[in-house]
């Protein structure tokens, strides 16, 4: 099988093969996809290459095809000594070359300038340095400080919209009658809230009946800014942490927050008035904030039979709520016109997949069966059963584009399901799942005693 | 009913077990398999996991336990007396650990299951006959620094070496200065002030830490009263090795440890800990740095409170070291003594180096994290060559000496990370993995420009932060005044530890050169200087995260101290060399 010979309608056929075939598909899909990325991206073929695996890889070498998201859109901070890429704007432009299986006419990063007032100014210019590749630069959500920044053309977000649509529609039952309220900005370069937006345009829903509740763009810089994690060195860094980390979060706790709750409630009540079934889709503490306005007023917003409330990203800051609280007070206020429980559904995610796993009736999350999930033990060994608790890692040799192969290890331990006979997941939708309640982000430092971290 | 394969995790002597452990049903335990710990890290029904047990103390049997640590100090040894009887009953138990049929063996070999250390490891350690010896103590005990060391290093009567003191900022300002005469003759310390009671908090990442603890309080005994009673907070992550010694050291003279009780208990108890630091004159804390922050915040309230004097406080938080490595060593070459083996003087230094990069697989602080090499104008690969050397001498000591238990994703997480910094665009970056992606060990060799990474305290941090589980950094400096200037000083004062150096020649003492530099390292936070291949054997008479066995008698004004724990640099690197080649002739395969 050669690489791409997929194109984007052929991903939903995964779900019509027998097993054997999916496997055999999938394996041969990989093997595939190495080979294609070997000859052609100089960063994956470094790693590889210095584990033993040469150009054609084989069954055993698949732990060895895996690099860790943890590290690898994230390397230019090692490489340039820095987590501000736009001080080191053509260095950056090498590192984003050495990333990429398609040919960056590198000669182009010499028209760069020496720096960039602002992490979005480079990204920006490096999108219209490359426009006629159609590159755009996504970013992790950033809370740490140190972004993971990854490029997509336009394969990549065809075959991205198409994954997140397919499961959209099939675990969350989506179609073209909703209204979609996010609870973020329109403009933002945060991946997956990038593609959850265009994801329900592909499913159907006409641009008026997709609503952002934020309405100012999220940078780069004010993201990391506002999470007070990493500043800029000297006194242009004393400026971020005295006085731009608290006026953000001053605003945004007093201005911003607000009038998103404001924006949703007003969206919601109307759905609510006209019959219509609604999604409303943010971060668990995004929508906690629209059921906190509604519990402090003293009353609910019963939606549609067939509405939705979906979240993502998971809980990144410290919150005074846990989930199940969070879940209590959303299905408080949120009843279903017709009396049912109103679905509350997850989507687990990151930046470097192209995938999205969504939560089912059951509470399990669905791993779409172009994805190839495992689990690896310490020692970076897949695990075998059909239901291991372990590292998550994937292989999506279909669904991830031309950019760079989606073979990656993640840093969230789960019990995955491989869903077969007699561990089908009880919603009856057969395929790999991380059982409900298993993810949790692998904290790597034990007790350290006296010895640990500077 | 316990399972046959509960171990004691804790110790109390003969008299006092009797009455508090007698009918007792309640006990708390740990369950660990490979430093993994069953049902949280690793699955709770682990083959091999070993399970440790303490009591957990009524405040009766504290009551109990207290008095009968308390009556035993009457009746206890005293003075020089008392240590010269502990020197012997070490030395005896010391020859018992290398009889396999031994019960304090049996015991000791639990510890690589519980702890995740090789059983090599733990073995290599055990012979090492340094870790028995606690000759030079009384020595330490001894001298009478004094404010000149403020300003110059002093030579320490008695043994190797020299010392120096660095005050802090507050005690400078008080004006602990040696510069001038009229006050350099000074002591640095105060009158002693014996400590009746030592409460200690041991750490669990690598095995002995609470044994040090008691061993340095029993050292008061020296100042010729009785010996202290010696509570030790011992860790769950390794209970097992301290109470083994202690139970043996029992067995050959019951009357040593009569004062001494090692247990786990909780610290957020804040009766507990009020009613322990209350009696205490002196605590001991070698922990991690948020439980030394808990513990220091308890100790005020206690002082305050009283009538007696401040307690006395020795934290020993989080530190790092490190190696360097002169140019000498490439200079001379071939030429030495050591050039009819193979790769000559740069292998043994690499070995030795690479030892103190090994032991406790850098989980200690003491473990060497990147390695300097000063370049040399009459060698233009000496960076390349040493660090080519250390891998290759990691990979023979991985087979004597293995890595434990722990994961291996995080030593090759470490690898790709510097596999990929070794070329950007085509370029090479100077960065080079030495080492094998399944080498049990990472390499490193970074010839980054001086500034690359840039001199940003977070950057270098990291650095130093990924030199865990045996990952080396080999960093080439101009001249080792650099190490000081450009790297240490990036890190906090406090976060400093250990130096080991490979410097000097044949016969040659302490040169000014090696003194400036042994200077501006101590001003930036280094507390300890020694020889490649000793840095995990400290030696208890010389400083300890800047305290000098002094401290545990009396008080001087806020600092720490550096010291240097040899006078010929060379010859005792030589010296150790021998010793551990020996050393390792004498060990049977598979120890």
């Not at chain 1, 720096?115 to 219209?128: D, K, M, N, V, W």
């Not at chain 2, 012979?127 to 005990?141: C, K, R, S, V, Y």
């Not at chain 2, 006395?312 to 938080?317: D, I, L, S, T």
Request: net charge neutral; glycine share 10%.
């Amino acid at each position: 099988m050669e690489h791409g010979a997929l194109s984007t309608e052929t991903l939903s056929d995964f779900w019509s093969l027998t097993e054997p075939e999916r496997d055999q598909t999938v394996l041969q899909g990989i093997r595939a996809t190495h080979s294609w990325h070997y000859a052609r991206n100089t960063a994956y073929r470094n790693a590889v290459a210095a584990r033993g695996v040469g150009p054609r890889a084989e069954s055993g070498d698949l732990p060895r095809l895996l690099r860790p998201t943890s590290q690898t859109f994230k390397s230019y901070i090692d490489l340039l000594g820095t987590p501000f890429p736009q001080d080191e704007p053509r260095g950056f432009g090498e590192w984003l070359a050495d990333q990429l299986s398609v040919d960056l006419p590198r000669d182009r990063l010499r028209g760069l300038r020496s720096s960039y007032r602002s992490l979005e100014a480079l990204l920006q210019a490096i999108e219209h340095a490359f426009s006629d590749l159609d590159l755009e630069l996504l970013t992790s959500s950033g809370t740490s400080g140190r972004a993971t920044i990854i490029a997509r053309d336009r394969r990549s977000t065809d075959l991205n919209v198409e994954s997140f649509y397919l499961s959209f529609q099939r675990y969350l039952g989506m179609k073209a009658d909703h209204r979609a309220i996010f609870m973020m900005p329109r403009r933002t370069r945060i991946a997956m809230a990038r593609m959850a937006r265009f994801s329900v345009q592909r499913v159907g829903l006409t641009p008026d009946r997709v609503h952002f509740a934020i309405p100012f763009p999220a940078h780069p810089d004010q993201v990391r800014i506002r999470a007070g994690r990493a500043f800029r060195l000297g006194r242009r860094g004393l400026v971020e942490r005295r006085v731009w980390h608290p006026a953000i979060n001053a605003i945004q706790a007093r201005y911003v927050d607000p009038r998103a709750i404001r924006v949703a409630l007003t969206r919601l009540d109307r759905a609510a008035r006209e019959g219509e079934k609604v999604l409303l889709f943010g971060s668990l503490t995004q929508l906690h904030g629209v059921a906190l306005a509604l519990v402090r007023a003293g009353r609910t917003i019963p939606l549609a039979p067939g509405s939705l409330l979906g979240t993502g990203g998971g809980m990144k800051e410290a919150y005074a709520f846990s989930p199940h609280e969070i879940r209590r007070d959303l299905e408080r206020v949120f009843p279903s016109a017709d009396g049912s429980a109103l679905p509350l559904r997850d989507t687990y995610g990151m930046a470097e997949a192209n995938w999205a796993a969504m939560q089912c009736s059951a509470g399990n999350y669905h791993v779409p069966p172009w994805v190839h999930a495992v689990t690896l033990d310490d020692d970076g060994e897949l695990r075998s059963g059909s239901r291991a608790t372990g590292l998550l890692a994937f292989f999506d040799p279909f669904g991830s584009g031309d950019l760079f192969p989606g073979f990656f290890r993640t840093a969230d331990r789960v019990t995955l399901v491989g869903g077969r006979e007699d561990t089908i997941c009880p919603c009856g939708d057969a395929g790999a799942y991380l059982e409900k309640n298993s993810i949790q982000r692998v904290d790597l430092l034990g007790e350290a005693g006296c010895a640990a971290q500077v | 009913m316990r399972s046959p394969g509960v171990i004691e995790g804790f110790w109390l002597p003969k008299a006092i077990r009797r009455s508090v452990l007698d009918g007792r049903r309640s006990w708390d335990e740990s369950c660990f398999a490979g430093g993994r710990e069953c049902g949280r890290e690793c699955d709770a029904d682990t083959p091999g996991a070993v399970t440790a047990r303490w009591p957990r103390l009524t405040e009766e049997d504290w009551t109990l336990l207290l008095d009968g640590l308390a009556a035993a100090r009457g009746r206890a040894p005293r003075g020089p007396e008392f240590w010269d009887r502990l020197r012997t009953a070490l030395g005896g138990i010391a020859q018992g650990l290398a009889d396999p049929k031994s019960p304090a063996r049996r015991g000791i070999e639990a510890i690589p299951a519980y702890t995740g250390y090789s059983p090599a490891m733990i073995a290599s350690v055990m012979a090492a006959p340094e870790i028995w010896d606690l000759e030079q103590m009384a020595t330490a005990l001894a001298l009478e620094p004094t404010r000149a060391a403020t300003a110059h290093w002093q030579p320490l009567p008695g043994l190797p070496g020299r010392l120096r003191f660095f005050p802090s900022r507050a005690a400078k300002i008080a004006g602990v200065s040696g510069r001038l005469p009229v006050y350099s003759g000074l002591p640095l310390f105060g009158a002693p002030e014996t400590p009746g009671f030592v409460t200690g908090y041991g750490a669990g990442n690598v095995p002995g830490t609470a044994l040090i603890i008691v061993l340095l309080a029993l050292s008061t005994t020296l100042s010729g009263g009785a010996p202290p009673v010696v509570l030790v907070r011992n860790s769950r992550r390794e209970p097992i090795f301290s109470p083994l010694i202690l139970q043996a050291l029992e067995e050959a003279d019951e009357e040593l440890v009569s004062t001494v009780a090692v247990l786990v208990w909780d610290y957020d108890d804040a009766a507990l800990q009020s009613r322990l630091l209350g009696r205490s004159d002196l605590v001991i804390a070698a922990a991690g740095d948020d439980t030394i922050a808990r513990i220091a915040g308890q100790i005020p309230r206690v002082g305050d409170s009283s009538d007696r004097p401040r307690v006395r406080f020795h934290p020993h938080g989080h530190k790092v070291s490190f190696s360097a490595i002169g140019r000498e060593v490439f200079e001379l070459g071939h030429q030495s003594a050591l050039s009819s083996g193979e790769g000559g003087l740069v292998a043994a230094v690499a070995l030795l180096a690479g030892l103190d990069s090994v032991f406790w697989d850098q989980n200690g602080c003491l473990s060497s994290r990147i390695h300097f090499v000063e370049r040399s104008t009459q060698r233009d690969a000496a960076p390349l060559e040493y660090a080519e050397r250390l891998a290759g001498q990691l990979r023979r000591l991985s087979e004597v000496l293995p890595r434990g238990a722990w994961p291996l994703r995080q030593l090759r997480d470490s690898f790709d990370r510097y596999k990929a910094l070794e070329s950007l665009g085509g370029s090479s970056t100077g960065l080079q993995v030495l080492s094998d992606y399944d080498d049990p060990f990472v390499v490193i060799l970074d010839e980054r420009l001086p500034g690359r990474p840039s001199p940003n305290p977070g950057v270098f941090g990291a650095l130093v932060n990924d030199c865990q589980g045996r990952v080396v950094i080999v960093r080439p400096v101009d001249d080792l005044m650099q190490l000081p200037r450009d790297y240490l000083s990036l890190l906090p004062t406090r976060s400093l530890q250990s130096l080991s150096v490979a410097v000097g020649r044949p016969g040659e003492g302490l040169s000014r050169r090696f003194l400036d530099f042994a200077g501006a390292c101590g001003a930036c936070g280094v507390t300890a200087i020694r020889v490649v291949g000793r840095g995990a054997f400290p030696q208890l008479a010389y400083s300890w995260d800047g305290l000098l066995p002094l401290d545990l008698l009396r008080r001087r004004p806020p600092g720490h101290f550096t010291t240097i724990e040899f006078d010929r640099p060379f010859d005792a690197m030589m010296e150790t060399y021998r010793a551990f080649v020996d050393r390792m002739a004498q060990t049977p395969s598979g120890q």
